[in-house]
């Protein structure tokens, strides 16, 4: 694919941590002026790669290299960007700057127009660029990405109180994944759908996990700390849903998220 190289002073190193998420924002303004602010050194922000509306692309900073579009801080939580208020599990966990292990796509758009909807010729493009990334993150780092919703996700979920519409509630995070998967030929991830209510007269089910490792957590939400991990095409009962998580039969107090589940009667 076609990438415009640009360039920004403001990056920094990895400090060791190897890039395992690709995080996706909106510009909240045109192409060119998001990627002339970008490359600006007077600005204070900067990112790997813009996407534009007509399907170009540029690169700002090396994949090597961290950007300045993900910081957060994890010693106060009375400040912006603290990393306990994530809705991402991984980041939460880390307890570090998520700029270390992030690569980061801004795609041009605008909340109150577009709200995280691509163009046909922005997706493509966006869909090509996360291919290169992680063609580019697993040769470089010797490291098998994972292609999920907890590896690829938008700035939301790092920073929801600060960006909590970036990138968009139209962003097309599962036919992104879903197509990814299906260059790598591996299975679609499917979203939720809720049964009937004659599904199973007890509400009792088997749930088939259809990602690579589904994380069991301690309650109904990502919230809550994992426990395990479950392995692709596993069979397990569910006793009870809430909010689109499962109640698992095994343990009273585990939960999985049935975004990753084929429901099956037992």
């Not at 660029?129 to 590896?151: G, P, V």
């Not at 591996?186 to 759908?193: A, F």
């Not at 994992?226 to 009870?240: A, M, S």
Request: with cysteine; glycine share 8%; hydrophobic share 30%.
């Amino acid at each position: 694919m076609k990438i415009t190289q640009m360039t920004t002073r403001k990056k920094m190193g990895r400090y060791g941590w190897k890039p395992d998420i690709i995080v996706n924002h909106i510009t909240e303004g045109g192409y060119s002026g998001a990627v002339g602010w970008l490359a600006n050194g007077n600005s204070e922000v900067s990112c790997h790669f813009v996407t534009s509306r007509n399907g170009d692309v540029a690169q700002l900073v090396p994949i090597e290299w961290a950007s300045w579009c993900n910081g957060t801080q994890w010693f106060n939580k009375n400040q912006a960007y603290y990393t306990e208020r994530a809705l991402s599990a991984l980041v939460r966990e880390r307890k570090t700057n998520a700029n270390y292990y992030t690569v980061s796509i801004e795609h041009e758009g605008w909340t109150n127009k577009t709200d995280g909807k691509l163009t046909d010729r922005q997706y493509q493009a966006t869909l090509e660029l996360h291919k290169h990334i992680i063609t580019e993150i697993e040769r470089i780092y010797k490291i098998k990405f994972r292609i999920d919703r907890e590896h690829i996700i938008g700035h939301v979920d790092v920073s929801p109180r600060e960006k909590p519409t970036c990138p968009g509630k139209y962003f097309p995070f599962e036919k992104l994944i879903n197509d990814l998967r299906a260059w790598r030929r591996q299975g679609p991830i499917s979203p939720h759908k809720p049964q009937s209510t004659d599904f199973n007269p007890n509400g009792l089910f088997n749930a088939r996990i259809i990602c690579d490792a589904l994380n069991v957590r301690r309650g109904p939400g990502t919230q809550y700390k994992i426990e395990k991990q479950l392995p692709y095409n596993g069979v397990y009962t569910v006793t009870e849903e809430k909010n689109g998580w499962g109640r698992l039969k095994s343990c009273k107090d585990w939960w999985i998220c049935l975004d990753y589940v084929k429901k099956e009667k037992i």
